[in-house]
């Protein structure tokens, strides 16, 4: 293993990382929203 | 329970179940292998330019379609895309978004159903490798089990075959109706909330296991866990100049996070109207590249260097994602002694993981389909499906024969239609709905903003990207794949099976269609110009 693929394999590994844990930081920060009801085509109503 | 009550019951459950889309076979054995020849470490400039000019915004904008179809009253490809698109070319063209999932689940559900196979025979005692003898003995047995599970030696492996094969498909098929009959809340995203963590534990345990290998060979002290690491990420920088790397980066990135496969469009229209689309994209995208990059980067060709060296890693690169899997892995697992069978089983039960909780997200956009197209009820349209799938499924399993059948629905429906729906798709999004009108939509309820230089990716350097991309593509893989359609008799099979279901979603549409235009809905997406 070359001292650039120690670069390459960490600075990879920390952005796939990375992104991924402050997204779900972000998502589980959130508070909780409600549920709505919409209508559908599959019973052939109009929607809102 | 009908579609009004279909919803996502949390923000997690739709990330995690598009991630569980994404999350498949290709992040574990595709990934390392593209990259290994193409360049190693350096591969990954051109993925990451690809995954964030190409992979995160056309998401973007198939999630943002997605929702806004929903809240419209539609779920599938077609009605959605006809309604953005404003006419019947993209709501024909969007019949590719039902087709692909629902083709590619055809010979999915029976790849899955090996991993099954594969993990039950690992668990119960292994798949008859013995340790001690030569590597190319073992390299035998492995690849005489897996032609005799997969029946690649010849075609009918249901009459002649391992009754096993047909057993495990049976067992996969029936758990994948189930979780998807069992609807969007209570099935899918119920069973991706607990697979996905399980899959990532599976993943850490055999990726611990194979960073603590060392050197287990000391006669062979090059092979090593380093020199494994090595082999998968040294940069060969002169790989950059060569198109074909940038092609291959591209192609992962896009297969990888099924964007263009008719999944997301149809997920993401379960979703509420101030349910945020651009971050859940972010994440979902963010954990399949956890599962490629940190997984499937680490794991799978560190454990063949260690124990085959490099000229068996080569080779077992050069004879693609399921050799690699499915013959070099095995003979990989049986040298780790008392713990080969352990680490096997739960390799391929990860697997087996990665892949369900892709296959039920095939399923579910043709139920969408058939239900809003023919006014079925869930019943009736997953009998429907379930007929097709069962039909399909029959000839890609009987037709096994060195995988000719499989593969060339995979070719032409799983590759090719993927590039022609994602390009439909951004087009679209950003030149019919309009790119201003779009970013309106996707930042509706968003909790981070996209930086605004990405309406300029989205509006037209990820077109382009995308066009260079398929032209070169096809450029270099379509003139072969006439040619062997043209000279053997299994792949026309498959072609007629492939038209044979376009055919049925046209009609299917067109009763749609109908249907639609006189209960009042908004098709062609007029009103929807004055939001």
Redesign the interface.
Known sequence: ??P??????I???T???G??I???A???S?P??E?????????????D | M???Q??WG???GV?LAVAGSAVGLGNFLRFPGQAAANG???F?IPY?CALLFLGIPIGWAEWTMGRYG??????SAP?IMGMMGRGAIPRYLGTIGVLIPLAVSFYYTYIEAWCLGYAWHYLTGGIGIAAGAPIAEQSAAASQFYDNLTGRDTNGVLAGGSYKTLVFWVITFGLNIVLVYRGISKGIEKFTTWAMPVMAVCALVVLIRVLTLGTPDPTLPDQNV??G??YM???DFSALTNAQTWLAAAGQIFFSLSVGFGVIINYASYM?????VV??G??AA??N??F???FG?LITLTAAFVFLGLSGTIAAVAGGSFGLGFNTLPVVFAQMGAFGNIVGGTWFFMLFLAAITSSVSMYQPSL?FF??TL?WTRRNATTLMVSICVIGSFFVMYYSRASIFWSTIDDWVGTFLIFVLAMVQIIVFAWIFGIERGWKEAHAGA??RIPTFFKIVMKYIAPVYLLVVFIAFSVQNLPDWVRSVAAEPLRQGAMLLIVSVIALLVVCTRI?EK??R????DVDGKTTQLD
Not at chain 1, 38 to 47: F, M, N, R, V
Not at chain 2, 518 to 521: D, N, W
């Open positions: 293993m070359t650039l693929g120690w670069v390459f394999l600075v990879s590994l952005f796939v990382w992104l991924m402050w997204s779900f972000k998502v589980l959130l909780a929203e549920r709505e009801v919409i209508a559908h085509a599959a019973e052939g109503t109009t929607p | 009908t579609e009004q279909q919803q949390t923000r997690l990330i190693g470490g350096a990954m990451f929903g809240l419209k009253g539609f779920h009605s380093i020199n690491l090595g990420w040294n940069p509420k109207k101030k349910d945020d971050l859940s972010l994440a963010a954990t590249e956890v490629e990059v940190g980067g969408a239900q809003e006014g909790h981070i749609g249907r639609w006189a209960a009042g809905l």
